[in-house]
């Protein structure tokens, strides 16, 4: 038994001290007949590819590229956008390359990235109304884009900004046509949409209750389609000087005319002094009001010593003058 055992191992040594020799010959053979022999590591694929410039590198698809990572495999897609590999074409571009890459997720498709600025739809709002108010002496206006969605990319090694080469507009039917061109030697993207001139209204900061005095400093400025200013719209915050609200009103909206009336000067069932003035002669009483009324506006009252009624006009707050004698102590 111990031959045999001995034996078995003596067999095993000569077939490794074989196979080294053989594999030592096979290498040199394959550099004697120019051909490489692949003894990297595999080549791994990372979990976000993404291409900073117009071409795709090794070293952007794989973390391991070595020496490899600047080498070209194919055009980049438009920045911003993405595309995708067919897995058995990169295993064969691998392959070519002296290096391996087998897919061993099994992937159906590699999904490739380009980096890229984003220029959204309030960018492009903001770049045409400023082209709309060069090309108009300064007016305003309010637009919107026929594609809301509509967004344009920058690669990031692009120079320049982003500007508008071309702009029609069509006041009567509000629309406009735009061409942007998002950097220096980059082509041209149309946009459409539509447009409003805009006005600037005063309006009120805060809510008002009803018979509230206005206060100048609850007055700002808004802005409002020119369109859709209704008439008695008031223009002029000087309007709104000594006046009071008609109604509720809300902050930021447009104030008509007939939102709002004079201040008044006396409130309805409150008790007043009014007079009646002759040449010599002087009578006062005390009234009730029937009703409110500013300065200088006429207002019915009871008499409350005559209980009769009778029309005043308003002089001082609290106080009214008479056209008639009001009939002191009836």
Do not use: C
């Amino acid at each position: 038994m111990m031959n045999i055992f001995f034996g078995h191992t003596r067999l095993r040594r000569t077939f490794t001290t074989l196979a080294l020799v053989l594999l030592f010959f096979a290498a040199s053979a394959a550099v004697v007949l120019g051909q490489d022999v692949v003894l990297d590591e595999p080549l791994q694929l990372r979990m976000q590819i993404e291409s900073k410039d117009a071409y795709l590198r090794f070293g952007d698809v794989f973390s391991n590229a070595g020496d490899l990572a600047e080498e070209v495999l194919t055009r980049a897609p438009e920045p911003g956008r993405m595309m995708s590999l067919d897995p058995a074409w990169l295993s064969a571009r691998a392959a070519k390359a002296k290096r391996q890459w087998r897919n061993p997720s099994s992937l159906k498709r590699v999904t490739v990235r380009r980096a890229g600025h984003r220029i959204g739809t309030g960018m492009l709002r903001t770049l045409i109304k400023e082209e709309l108010g060069i090309r108009n002496e300064g007016v305003r206006y309010e637009i919107a884009l026929a594609n809301r969605g509509q967004t344009l990319f920058v690669p990031l090694d692009a120079g320049g900004e982003a500007r508008v080469v071309s702009l029609d507009m069509t006041a009567q039917r509000g629309t406009f046509t735009a061409r942007i061109q998002p950097y220096d030697n980059a082509g041209t993207t149309e946009v459409r949409g539509r447009l409003w001139r805009l006005v600037q209204v005063p309006a009120l900061s805060r809510a008002y209750s009803p018979g509230e005095e206005i206060m100048p400093e609850d007055i700002q400025w808004v802005d409002m389609r020119e369109a859709n200013l209704r008439p008695g719209t008031i223009l002029d915050p000087e309007d709104f000087s000594g006046q009071a609200t008609r109604r509720a009103l809300r902050p930021g909206k447009p104030v008509r005319a007939t939102d709002i009336k004079r201040l008044a000067a006396v409130n309805r069932g409150e008790i007043i002094t009014i007079t009646y003035v002759v040449p010599g002669l002087r009578l006062t009483a005390k009234a009730r009001a029937l009703g409110e009324a500013a300065l200088g506006e006429s207002l019915r009252v009871v008499n409350l010593q005559s209980s009769r009624t009778i029309d005043v006009v308003v002089i001082a707050p609290g106080r009214a003058r008479a056209s008639i004698s009001p009939t002191v102590g009836g």
